[in-house]
């Protein structure tokens, strides 16, 4: 691809794009993935952008392997590895984090994305001294948690002076293949750069092989730049129809076959080396070399296969080391392995992945040090790391009974991090494995990470059959498991089914009796008439007792009863303690349900921090469903808000998150549309929308959330002349639904009454109860109750109502209401003109919670370890808000920030 080292043909849109983010990492950073076929081009650039950068940046470079094998963060290490002596700018936190990581000493097992956290820390101190240009080749091949980290750092270096390129193959899967993530394709070179490119490497060619190689190359440069070599010697032109990879694999393999056997060797270990260590690929090349010969990289390096740099080889192309290895017979292959295991003896965890792919039959001692391994992968905060560590060992395993156990945890850790692919072949091998009950009943919980949502109402029955005989076979973790998946399922399936109290006696029978177990099972079996239980288990376990993971759950708990009340404290607590933590898997669906428990109390700017951000956590996360229950909680508020446009682009994003048509996200879909149409004053259809709640034919059929949109569906019943209607949905809700104790569900049984009825009594006996828990229901109630007055000529008394309902609504930003409100004042001779634009509605979600934590005296750092971004991007977000907010200090922040705290 290049006239010279560094001049490139072809390629000036992508330099003009590269040559851009460097300029620009002055003042902020940058992130792209360079995409395309094997040899177009894409390392080239990476190699243009170095030079480009020069002396003016720190460039540090990482280069993915097919052979890493399961090493934990060695690729990241590569990256870091020049920076590491600058470690002690970090926090102890992050300091420790980083070491444990890579190896250097050990401790607790940090969360993969506190790592990546210190990463992004150190690499923006760096960067504070001279910008950073990170080049990461062949992400594709790198292992997992570098994937991870990498993929979390291109998404946060706006604010900083960093610049990472990475490149990779579009026909591989890769977790830098991201939405959130800038990407370029680079494409093959148009005819007459690729023209240009041939002429100048080998000018003189024949016309009619220039032509014929023309053809073949297809714009390809590394086809340009290497089929000239073969041509006659080894790459018949005429009637060569092999495809261009395999063909410049045969070009390179040719080339190769020139070689004694000695330096063949050397390119045999190198290439299945999981290091670019000279000494240690030469040294494992001369115990399989003949004693009379000397292995030497000269002939590879004379021939353009490798470089080498220092005590660093590589091959030029990724081709060049698939070309080696598959000349590598299952003979030869091993006998590579086992000489790089015997140099490597003092590196224990490299050599055992030399070691077992050296080995012919099973070893129990070789497969019980990849188990360790896996251990250690966990414990180095990189989970995804042990699932091939576990694999391997399964394989590698003597008993049966070992193999089994390796299959199913490896299979269950592919399911948890995200390797479904993984997961499903580990769980088909696990099947073939099954011998003792127990060992199926384990199988069955697989099955269950596997698809935990088909299967309807008999699947519910046969999880609680199997939770008690995993109960006789003593293994209660695995009977809690399956009753819990069981209640969810009756959740999801439509809470309020009988099968749901069948889950609940299975309960009480095996004798669960952990708190937020038996909460959930409740809430998610019978939410309608659990309410006073689950307050009393959640009041029953005190706040410094309660771990994240349980605060979590007693939260999920109450939302799902309902008691938005008490959810909502215990989500913002379980949200606190979990970012502490890091784990941002378990904070996005945290902050899914703070989204909607904060919607439902009116906090509804609380509500929109909180679902932006869980909805970018769960994207990064890989988490659809969550990521769209996020969306539509977004898309409540800002139907609420008039914000109609929004609200129905984010409803649209969220329906493509949900192919498999979850009956929970149907049905939320349907209330933020019913919002909207409401708003807009088509009452029709949002009547039509909330009615499909109740019906259970419809995908959407939720009997919980159908009674949670009892009064939203009332209103919207009187308005298009369906008040029989409504009255009919309401007079066949299942008798325990009429009866519920949840304050949620009867504030909206009331609600409802006194909309569709519109009699004194009904609406008094509605705003009797305390409503402070659903302010934007209550000054609903008002906008009704006083409308009604204004329409039986009782102006006086509707006046007072409809102030309250105003005021309320702007206080909440219900824009729409405030002005129906302000419509009927003016209707009932009283003028009311509209507020002044609020600033504080020009700031995002992301602004207002920097905002909202700088209010509760938080540095910058505190700032930017809460929300997973670097202090930097925390001081840019503060220095384009004082001026939007025409404000000069951080108290000035503060201030405004205590105002808008609703």
């Not at 009619?208 to 590394?222: E, F, H, I, K």
Request: glycine share 8%; with cysteine; net charge negative.
């Amino acid at each position: 691809m290049a006239n010279g080292p560094h001049a490139l043909v072809g390629r000036a849109p992508e330099q003009a794009t590269i040559s851009g983010l460097l300029d620009q990492a002055v003042d902020g950073g940058a992130a792209l993935v360079i995409r395309g076929t094997p040899g177009v081009g894409k390392s080239a650039l990476l190699e243009w952008a170095a030079t480009t950068a020069g002396d003016k940046f720190r460039v540090l470079r990482a280069i993915g392997s097919v052979t890493e094998f399961g090493l934990p963060y060695a690729a990241l290490h590569q990256v870091m590895r020049p920076v590491l002596g600058h470690r002690n700018r970090l926090t102890p936190k992050y300091r420790l984090a980083l070491e444990v990581a890579f190896g250097r000493t050990s401790g607790a097992s940090p969360d993969l994305y506190t790592v990546a956290m210190a990463v992004l820390e150190l690499l923006a101190e760096v960067a504070a001294d001279r910008p950073v240009l990170l080049l990461a080749d062949d992400a594709q091949w790198m292992d997992l948690a570098s994937q991870q980290a990498m993929a979390f750092l291109a998404r946060r270096v706006a604010a900083d002076r960093i610049v990472l390129l990475a490149t990779h193959r579009d026909t591989e899967s890769g977790l830098l293949l991201d939405a959130a993530i800038p990407s370029v394709e680079i494409a093959p070179l148009d005819d007459d750069a690729a023209a240009a490119l041939l002429d100048g490497v080998a000018g003189g060619l024949d016309p009619g092989v220039r032509s014929q190689l023309l053809d073949a190359a297809c714009g390809n440069p590394l086809a340009l730049l290497e089929l000239p070599r073969a041509v006659g010697a080894y790459w018949g032109v005429n009637g060569d129809r092999l495809p261009l990879t395999a063909r410049l694999e045969s070009s390179f393999l040719a080339r190769i076959g020139e070689f004694d056997a000695a330096s063949a060797t050397v390119l045999e270990v190198a290439a299945l080396s999981d290091a670019d260590d000279v000494a240690e690929i030469v040294a494992a090349a001369g115990l399989l070399s003949p004693r009379d010969s000397v292995p030497s990289l000269d002939p590879a390096v004379s021939a353009g296969l490798i470089v080498v740099d220092g005590a660093s080889v590589r091959f030029r192309h990724p081709l060049i080391r698939s070309a080696v290895l598959q000349r590598l017979g299952p003979d030869r292959r091993r006998a590579c392995h086992a000489a790089l295991a015997r140099v490597m003896v003092d590196r224990p965890e490299r050599s055992v992945w030399h070691r077992a792919g050296a080995a012919l039959w099973p070893d129990a001692a070789l497969a019980e040090e990849l188990e360790r391994h896996a251990e250690q992968a966990i414990r180095r905060g990189a989970p995804a790391n042990a699932v091939p560590a576990l694999e391997q060992a399964a394989q590698l395993s003597v008993e049966r009974g070992d193999k089994e156990a390796r299959t199913y945890r490896g299979a269950a850790l592919a399911y948890t991090v995200g390797q479904f692919e993984t997961g499903e072949r580990l769980r088909r091998h696990h099947r073939d494995l099954v011998e003792s009950q127990h060992d199926g009943l384990r199988h069955e919980w697989l099955n269950e990470l596997a698809d935990g949502d088909r299967g309807g109402e008999q699947r519910i029955h046969s999880l609680l059959e199997f939770a008690e005989r995993a109960t006789v076979a003593g293994d209660g973790t695995l009977a809690t498991d399956l009753l819990r998946s069981a209640a969810l399922r009756c959740w999801n399936l439509s809470p309020g089914r009988p099968v749901g109290r069948q889950v609940i006696a299975a309960a009480d029978r095996l004798g669960v009796a952990d708190p937020a177990t038996r909460a959930q099972l409740l809430a998610y079996g019978s939410p309608f008439g659990s309410d006073g239980t689950i307050r009393a288990l959640i009041a029953g376990i005190p706040a410094s007792e309660r771990d994240a993971t349980t605060t979590y759950r007693l939260a999920h708990a109450a939302a799902c009863a309902g008691a938005s009340d008490v959810s909502e404290g215990l989500l913002t607590e379980a949200a606190d303690r979990i970012r502490a933590e890091g784990h941002l898997h378990t904070l996005g669906r945290t902050l899914s349900l703070l989204a909607w428990s904060a919607m439902r109390r009116g906090s509804w700017s609380h509500a929109v921090v909180a679902a932006e951000e869980s909805a970018r956590l769960c994207a990064e996360t890989r988490q659809p469903f969550w990521e769209a229950a996020s969306l539509v909680a977004h898309a409540m508020v800002a139907a609420f808000r008039g914000d109609f446009a929004h609200a129905e682009e984010l409803v649209a994003g969220a329906d493509l998150l949900n192919p498999r048509r979850f009956a929970t996200i149907e049905a939320v879909a349907l209330l933020a549309r019913a919002a909207v149409a409401s708003g807009q004053g088509r009452y029709e259809l949002a009547f039509s929308c909330l009615a499909r709640l109740h019906d259970p034919a419809a995908s959407a059929f939720h009997p919980a959330h159908a009674l949670w949109s009892l009064g939203s569906m009332a209103e919207a019943a009187v308005a298009c002349g369906q008040v029989d209607a409504a009255r009919s949905l309401i007079d066949d809700l299942p008798a325990d639904v009429r009866a519920t104790t949840s304050p949620t569900g009867r504030m909206n049984l009331a609600f409802a009454a006194a909309v569709l009825t519109g009699d004194d009594d009904a609406f008094a006996a509605a705003l009797s109860a305390d409503m402070t828990m659903w302010p934007y229901e209550r000054y609903r109630l008002f906008l009704s109750y006083g409308s009604a007055l204004r329409r039986q000529r009782r102006v006086r008394e509707s006046r007072d109502l409809l102030r309250q309902a105003r005021d309320g609504f702007d206080g909440l930003g219900a824009h729409p209401l405030a002005e129906r409100a302000r419509t009927e004042l003016r209707a009932a001779g009283e003028r009311s003109d509209s507020p002044a634009t609020d600033v504080w509605e020009s700031l995002s979600p992301q602004e207002i919670q920097i905002a909202s934590m700088v209010a509760q005296g938080m540095t910058n750092r505190d700032i930017a370890k809460s929300l997973f971004i670097s202090h930097r991007t925390v001081g840019s977000h503060l220095y384009r808000m004082f001026p939007k907010l025409g404000i000069a200090s951080r108290s000035d922040l503060q201030r405004l920030a205590a105002e808008h705290e609703r």
